[in-house]
Nanobody, 123 residues
Framework: VQLQASGGGLVQVGGSMRLSCAASGITTSGVIMGWFRQAPGKDREFLVVFDWNGRRTRYADSVKGRFTISRDNAKNTVYLEMNSLKPEDTAVYYC?????????????????WGQGTLVTVSS
């Protein structure tokens, strides 16, 4: 199983950015996928998770209303659309996956991880 995250870079405060996570070697049936981030000196933070089959989604309060998760079934790819970005959104962003249907928000519950992509929000 491989997860390939991409789309990070430098963006100005208030701007938008879309991250992608391409999944290979994984059967999306019965899979949940999530996005996390980790800022320097901080713990890995949950952002959003969704159930690929059931389309249930759960967002962290810190990003609710600003970040949106979506997917392309044909490409086995999950996207994280980020709007109204703030300097505190600067972090390395990771996608993660595991089998099952519980919408875990704890990073230790995930088996598969992408390599991370850096997002820097500049003021």
């Amino acid at each position: 199983v491989q997860l390939q995250a991409s789309g990070g870079g430098l963006v100005q405060v208030g701007g938008s950015m879309r991250l992608s996570c391409a999944a290979s070697g994984i059967t999306t049936s019965g899979v949940i996928m999530g996005w996390f981030r980790q800022a320097p000196g901080k713990d890995r933070e949950f952002l959003v998770v969704f159930d690929w089959n059931g389309r249930r989604t759960r967002y962290a309060d810190s990003v609710k209303g600003r970040f949106t998760i979506s997917r392309d079934n044909a490409k086995n790819t999950v996207y994280l659309e980020m709007n109204s970005l703030k300097p505190e959104d600067t972090a390395v962003y990771y996608c993660a996956a595991r089998d099952g249907s519980v919408l875990y928000t704890i990073s230790d519950k995930y088996f598969y991880w992408g390599q991370g992509t850096l997002v820097t929000v500049s003021s």
